[in-house]
């Protein structure tokens, strides 16, 4: 039986997982033995397995094999003779840089469209990057299943659960925002993001990470005759609703030129109705309205007759001040011609009431 000298990475370049083989045909497992080499490539991690236990893990470097970085294999294995025992083992080699780009794809499901009570059939594609972040419990749940892992085997082990996840987003989406089957191009981004967090969530559970999660389309499958029909209803519907905004669109930006041909409007009814011909005085008002002047003139009109208003009732109430004042005054002469105030009492009040007259 041959033994190892040198453990080393021998897999395909675009590998997640690759479990070391015998390079020879011999159906008996090759051994290994301390002292022997093995070479662990730049983000990537090797792990001994034995009877179906992960035991020791080494990363990046050159390792000579000894009972002091293999503890627990040499434990289980039970080495004797200074540690230059054969012994067997499986080692997997996990690649932990290399983002895998795996591509996905939905079956075909219908969708029925909100206004034609039409089925439609839709699909959906899209691509998935996943890395490994913990080893051992990546193998640990996968071990006993595939040797290798890549590309075509991650999108076959997730396929069910990338395609349930993304379907059942896109029906609930659609229902909230009342979308027909031939609107889901606008909620690509809302469908990616929902999805990847799910997604993320299970692929934890085998220590993987996903690093990207892409929906690419989400396209109709318009073989059918009616559903062509559909389609082309839909898209004059939607034509008419585009010219009806943009239609709308024009008249906002124009309001200000509406409102004045409003108003010019308003003025020549306005110089009808009183009466005003051509040169009269409702053509002079007409125009005043038409100007927008009428308004402000009369502002400045009421103005004025509040002013004029405040003034006289200013005016009125100083002149009962003043009555008021003259009629105390000639009965403090009174008080003092009775002897009931004294000289200097009444000119001391005479002077305090004249102050007061205006």
Not at 43 to 62: H, I, M, N, R, W
Not at 121 to 127: A, D, E, K, L, M
Request: net charge negative; aromatic share 6%; hydrophobic share 40%.
């Amino acid at each position: 039986m041959a033994i190892v000298d040198i453990l080393k990475y021998e897999g395909p370049n675009d590998a997640l997982v690759w479990k070391w083989r015998p390079e020879t045909n011999d159906s008996r497992e090759r051994e290994l033995r301390m002292g022997s080499e093995l070479i662990v490539n730049q983000s990537q991690e090797a792990c001994f397995y034995k009877g179906g236990l992960l035991l020791d893990v080494f990363g990046p470097g050159t390792h000579t094999l000894s009972t002091k970085n293999l503890p627990l294999l040499s434990k289980l294995v039970g080495l004797v003779y200074g540690g230059d025992s054969p012994f067997s083992a499986e080692v997997y080699f996990v690649n932990k840089a290399v983002s895998m780009n795996a591509k996905f794809g939905l079956m075909p499901f219908n969708m029925i469209e909100p206004t034609f009570k039409v089925p439609i059939p839709v699909t959906c594609r899209g691509s998935f990057a996943i890395i490994v972040e913990d080893s051992k419990r990546f193998l640990t749940k996968m071990i006993g299943t595939v040797k290798d892992f890549n590309t075509n085997t991650l999108s076959e082990m997730f396929r069910g659960v990338i395609s349930e996840n993304v379907k059942y987003t896109i029906t609930q989406i659609s229902k909230e925002q009342n979308l027909s089957p031939l609107e889901l191009e606008s909620i690509v981004f809302e469908v990616s993001g929902a999805v990847k967090s799910i997604i993320h969530k299970h692929l934890q559970e085998f220590g993987l990470g996903l690093k990207l999660f892409n929906i690419e389309a989400i396209p109709i499958i318009d073989d059918d005759q009616r559903v062509k029909d559909v389609v082309t209803k839909f898209q004059e519907i939607m034509a008419k609703d585009v010219d009806e905004r943009m239609r709308l669109k024009r008249r906002a930006e124009n309001l200000e030129i509406y409102k004045v041909e409003r108003s010019f409007d308003t003025t020549e009814k306005a110089a009808e109705n009183l009466g005003g011909g051509e040169g009269g005085a409702g053509s002079i008002l007409g125009t005043m309205v038409g100007l927008g002047m009428v308004n402000p003139i009369a502002e400045q009109m009421g103005n004025m007759m509040s002013k004029n208003t405040n003034n006289t009732k200013l005016e009125t109430d100083a002149t009962h001040r003043n009555e008021d004042t003259i009629k105390l005054l000639k009965q403090l002469g009174e008080l003092k011609a009775d002897g009931i105030l004294t000289e200097e009492e009444f000119e001391e009040k005479k002077i305090e009431l004249l102050a007061k007259l205006k």
